[in-house]
């Protein structure tokens, strides 16, 4: 497996990142917008995490949310604690010190997310002209040194260089250095490599966890793609229209998915571990609701092949799986009232 | 970027010729005739011609645009038919009341509009927005002529706080010459700024909304940073082209804010040869705005190279 498990010790240490109960409403022009519910989630030190599920499923809403990135129409319920700081409802100031040097975020489109008109050098040293008090001529020096630990060769050069003059991979590995600029003890990665080549992703990828391994960086890793997941996430928790519905360690999902929506995902889908390349979600046929408010009911009964009447008339809780064999390291959770129990995997044919 | 530069040198020549032609003809165009409105009550045939001959009107047009333009090129701009003075130095003491007149209005509009128009966008749906954009409405609507009127009826003729007209050279006073200027200026800037303040709000709302400030955002930025230093230096490549697009009107706002508060200016120069059919007035005036255009313009497309690096790369690439 590339996707080393952290230390046992680590995993065993108080979480920094502990997310109760988190919802997300959006008041919007044609009525609320339910795209988070009552999602929990925890991240150990030094641990990945990856989130998967369709587009739409309230990915980057939730990833958003850590860091009271949403915009105003957005209203946030529950607890986000960051190394016991709560962040839910905290003051600007507190949020501002926390952002960017206690978590920290890399966005999917990388030209987009740079500002066009600052060199990367400046944008870089930014953040620890902010955070570390630098003046801008250390905080340049500091920025040459984070382009190459990322992988930028001639990173003296690159510094003075703008957005446009860089590739996306360069671009997405700049925004990686800005990130990582002031050791955050949390990376979120939203669709780090959803814009990006097979042969640059993998590259990404190898840098997130160097960090990892050299840092102790805990990351969260958003995406689309059960390759990246396969690739370096040591659990995996799937979301399906704002809330959580089964949450696993990788190996472990991969062979014995409990919910019918993770099963449909990962028909066809890679093995852990094989550097397997660009894996999009297996096609479901239908849509994910834009959910007014969350049902008493499974969001995912009217597309679930196991789907039956109490599927329809109480939301499943999130409990431990019914599993004879042994969980291994990472607790197995689904919420579903006719979870799969001990088959193994679907094949596309058998799915299809 | 040398390229280019020399590229746009080249253009702005050719404008100008073409503008020294059309001025030319246009001219000549005009109702009446200069000889007599020169001659006065000597209208005698023999007076008509030695007068069209002193001031070479008797000349085929291509001889007069000839000389003309040599003369223009070495700085000889003719002799005001009305005022038997030299046009160029008629233009010396006229050109820098407008100058002047016209920076300062440009200082303030961009001042006022932009300040404004960033309050509206980051303070929007407050009271802030609505205040910002009810007075923008209102320095579009209201002509300028109008409301210079009404500031010289309140602040000069009815509480004496500034002068109603007339112009002190900045040689001479410093202080006067703000005094006699802030009003024009403020009167002639109203236009520009509100629509400086609506180019601005827009435009920063949409950067408020990009990919990049919400990454300033997430590194943790202060809002003047995320503001200034990344939203607004975008927005503003957007206000420079506007700006540039509306400094031709500020011109001819000039010419009119300059008559009603007596300014000695280009404005006023312009107008009284246009009623005296002093050609060689018209076309020095002429000539100056168009070639102010020019410089302009070429102002504007090297500010924006400073602005967007992006436009750098392309002036070197073509
Ligand atoms: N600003 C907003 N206002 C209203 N609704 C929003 C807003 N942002 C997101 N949503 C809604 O929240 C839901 C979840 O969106 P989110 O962006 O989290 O999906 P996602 O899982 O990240 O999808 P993708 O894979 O396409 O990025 C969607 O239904 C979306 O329409
Ligand atoms: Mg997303």
New binding site residues.
């Given amino acids: 497996m590339t996707a080393t498990a952290p230390p046992e010790s680590l995993v065993d240490a108080p979480p920094v990142l502990d997310v109760r109960d988190l919802s997300?409403t959006?008041?919007?022009e044609t009525g609320s917008?339910s795209?988070?519910d009552g999602v929990n989630l925890s991240l150990a030190p030094g641990e990945i995490v990856g989130i998967v599920?369709?587009?739409?499923?309230?990915?980057?809403?939730?990833?958003?949310s850590l860091a009271g990135l949403?915009?105003r129409?957005?209203r946030i319920d529950g607890s986000v604690r960051l190394q016991g700081q709560e962040l839910v409802g905290a003051r600007p100031s507190t949020l501002r010190a926390a952002r960017g040097r206690d978590i920290a975020y890399i966005f999917?489109e990388p030209m987009s997310s740079l500002n066009p008109v600052l060199t990367v050098g400046r944008q870089v040293a930014e953040v620890l002209q902010v955070h570390e008090r630098l003046s801008r001529r250390e905080a340049l020096e500091r920025a040459v040194e984070l382009l190459a630990l990322v992988g930028i060769p001639s990173a003296r050069e690159r510094v003075k260089h703008y957005p446009h003059q860089l590739s996306g991979g360069m671009r997405q590995r700049v925004m990686i250095a800005m990130a990582v600029a002031c050791s955050p003890k949390v990376l979120i990665a939203?669709?780090p490599t959803t814009a990006l080549d097979v042969t640059v992703q993998a590259g990404i990828l190898d840098v997130l966890r160097d960090l990892r391994d050299r840092f102790g960086t805990s990351i969260l890793v958003?995406t689309?793609d059960l390759g990246v997941i396969a690739d370096i996430a040591d659990r995996v928790v799937v979301?399906y229209a704002?809330r959580i519905v089964e949450r696993a360690g990788v190996q472990r999902l991969f062979d014995r998915p409990q919910h019918h929506y993770a099963a449909g995902l990962l028909s066809a889908s890679p093995t852990p571990g094989r550097h397997a390349g660009t894996h999009r979600l297996q096609e479901i046929p239908g849509l994910?609701p834009?959910?007014e408010a969350q049902p008493d009911a499974c969001t995912f009964a009217d597309r679930c092949p196991a789907a039956t009447a109490r599927c329809s008339s109480a939301a499943p809780p999130l409990e431990p799986a019914p599993l004879a064999a042994d969980v291994g390291d990472h607790p197995h959770e689904v919420a579903c009232w006719h979870p799969r129990g001990d088959r193994p995997r679907p094949t596309v044919e058998e799915h299809a | 970027m040398r390229g280019y530069l020399l590229r746009r040198a080249w253009q702005s020549l050719l404008t100008l010729v073409l503008a020294t032609v059309v001025v030319f003809l246009g001219v000549r165009a005009l109702p009446g005739d200069p000889a007599l409105a020169l001659a006065g009550e000597d209208r005698t045939p023999e007076a008509l011609a030695a007068i069209r001959r002193e001031y070479g009107l008797d000349q085929s047009l291509p001889v007069q645009f000839w000389r003309f333009l040599t003369n223009a090129l070495q700085g000889d701009l003719g002799t005001s038919i009305r005022t038997g003075q030299p046009v160029s130095s008629m233009l010396r003491t006229a050109l820098p009341v407008t100058l002047e007149l016209s920076l300062l209005a440009i200082a303030i509009a961009v001042v006022l509009g932009v300040g404004a128009g960033v309050v509206a966008a980051v303070r929007r749906g407050r009271p802030a927005e609505w205040v910002a954009n009810a007075l923008a409405l209102l320095g579009l609507s209201v002509p300028h002529f109008w409301l210079g009127l009404v500031a010289i009826l309140y602040l000069s003729v009815a509480t004496g706080l500034f002068p109603a007209s007339g112009f002190v050279p900045v040689s001479e006073s410093v202080a006067q010459n703000l005094h006699h200027l802030v009003l024009p200026a403020v009167i002639l800037g109203t236009g520009l700024s509100a629509v400086i303040m609506r180019q601005t709000r827009s435009s920063m709302l949409d950067a408020l909304s990009t990919d990049f400030v919400r990454t300033a955002e997430a590194k943790g930025l202060r809002p003047r940073a995320v503001i200034g230093r990344h939203a607004l230096r975008n927005s503003l490549i957007v206000v420079v082209t506007i700006v540039g697009l509306q400094l031709g009107g500020l011109i001819s706002g000039a010419v009119v804010t300059e008559q009603i508060f007596g300014l000695p200016g280009f404005g006023k120069l312009t107008i009284d040869a246009v009623f005296q059919r002093d050609y060689p007035v018209i076309q020095a005036v002429v000539l100056v705005t168009a070639s102010s255009y020019i410089v302009i313009n070429f102002a504007v497309d090297l500010l924006y190279s400073i602005i967007d690096p992006r436009v750098r790369v392309t002036g070197d690439a073509s």
Avoid: N
């Fill in positions: 997300v959006f008041r919007t917008v795209a988070v599920g369709e587009s739409g499923c309230g990915k980057s809403v939730t990833a958003m949403l915009p129409s957005a999917q939203d669709e958003i689309h979301m704002g994910v834009v959910l």
